[in-house]
Each structure stands twice: as structure tokens, then as C-alpha cells.
Nanobody, 116 residues
Framework: EVQLVESGGGLVQPGGSLRLSCAASGFTFSSYTMSWVRQAPGKGLEWVSSITRGGVITTYADSVKGRFTISRDNAKNTLYLQMNSLKPEDTAVYYC?????????GGQGTQVTVSS
């Protein structure tokens, strides 16, 4: 059974940083591109970033480019999202997804709230 468990969210002031983690199990993590998606209150799912199997190629939505960094540790079956210079519009539930852009979220998500 595929399991994706996100963690690391919280309340942060504008300009602050958070690091999200996604622990994966039930599949061969290193064989899959992985992604982060988010859903802001009252809005649909938004793709945030993807990383290829070996971590060589990363892609980002324009809205987060230059502020967020996706990474992975295949030895630990864990996906990460380092979020810097956070803005109120980054407030959302963040999910990891097995697969590339367009893949559905797989876990329960972690709430990120950016507010002063």
C-alpha cells in the first residue's frame, strides 16, 4: 500500500522559512519522479514543484521559483520542500504526490499558514 506522510507545516510570519518532509512507503521511492502540490483555501490544487528519480532535474511553478527548493533522499525514502521568503499567498495545505506534474496528492497534507 502506497503511503505518503507529510509533515513540517505550521504558522510562520511573512519572510520566514519552513521545511516540509514527505515520508514515503509501499513503493520503490527511488524509481519515481515526485512532486509537491498545494491547495489554498477555497481554491483548487496547484502544482508546486517536481523532482526526477535521481534528483538531477527539478522544476518549479513560477509562483515559487527562486524561493522554494525541492530535494529528496532516496536512502531515507523522503521528499523535502525548503520554503524561504514565504508570503501570505503561500498559505495552503501542502501535499506530496507520487509522480510528476499532474499527479494527485497521496497523503493527508500539512498546513502552512503565513501570517503576521
Amino acid at each position: 500500500e502506497v503511503q505518503l506522510v507529510e509533515s513540517g507545516g505550521g504558522l510562520v510570519q511573512p519572510g520566514g522559512s519552513l521545511r516540509l518532509s514527505c515520508a514515503a512507503s509501499g513503493f520503490t521511492f527511488s524509481s519515481y519522479t515526485m512532486s509537491w502540490v498545494r491547495q489554498a483555501p477555497g481554491k483548487g490544487l496547484e502544482w508546486v514543484s517536481s523532482i526526477t528519480r535521481g534528483g538531477v532535474i527539478t522544476t518549479y511553478a513560477d509562483s515559487v521559483k527562486g524561493r522554494f527548493t525541492i530535494s529528496r533522499d532516496n536512502a531515507k525514502n523522503t521528499l523535502y520542500l525548503q520554503m524561504n521568503s514565504l508570503k501570505p499567498e503561500d498559505t495552503a495545505v501542502y501535499y506530496c504526490a507520487k509522480g510528476g506534474r499532474g499527479s494527485p496528492p497521496g497523503g493527508q497534507g500539512t498546513q502552512v499558514t503565513v501570517s503576521s
